[in-house]
């Protein structure tokens, strides 16, 4: 997808269970919780029901539009999926770009029967 990093660091190996939690943001996220544009190393708090989880922001990265190309990019939050507590339903979007066309590439992505 391209989306560029504009600040900061991908995740990496180390940003593992027992690690401080980590988060990257979009721009439009930053520009929403931080209006100062100075998002590295500042904490980012998730609250849900009664938890709260502090994060802290160790990557911005450029704005992406997701479902409609003509409203703004949406404040989007990246969470190490290596750092998943389990208690959330985490999800997984992959882009591939291949010159294969769809039927050929659909046969190649499919699951492998368990073993």
């Known amino acids: 997808m391209r989306i560029p990093l504009s600040a900061g660091r991908e995740f990496a190996w180390t940003d593992s269970p027992s690690a401080p939690l ?8 930053v520009r929403q919780l931080f209006p100062d544009g100075n998002a590295l190393g500042r904490s980012a708090r998730e609250t849900v029901g009664d938890k709260t989880k502090l994060y802290e922001v160790v990557g911005v990265v450029g704005d ?3 479902e409609d190309l003509r ?3 949406p404040p989007t939050a990246c969470f190490a999926m290596s750092q998943d507590d389990g208690e959330q339903s985490p ?3 992959g882009v591939v770009r291949t010159s ?15 073993s």
């Open 71 to 73: 409203s703004p990019a």
């Open 64 to 66: 992406a539009k997701y």
């Open 22 to 29: 980590r988060i990257i943001l979009n721009q439009s996220a």
């Open 100 to 114: 294969l066309g769809s039927g050929a590439l659909g046969n190649r992505l499919a699951p492998s029967p368990p």
């Open 91 to 93: 999800s997984f979007t």
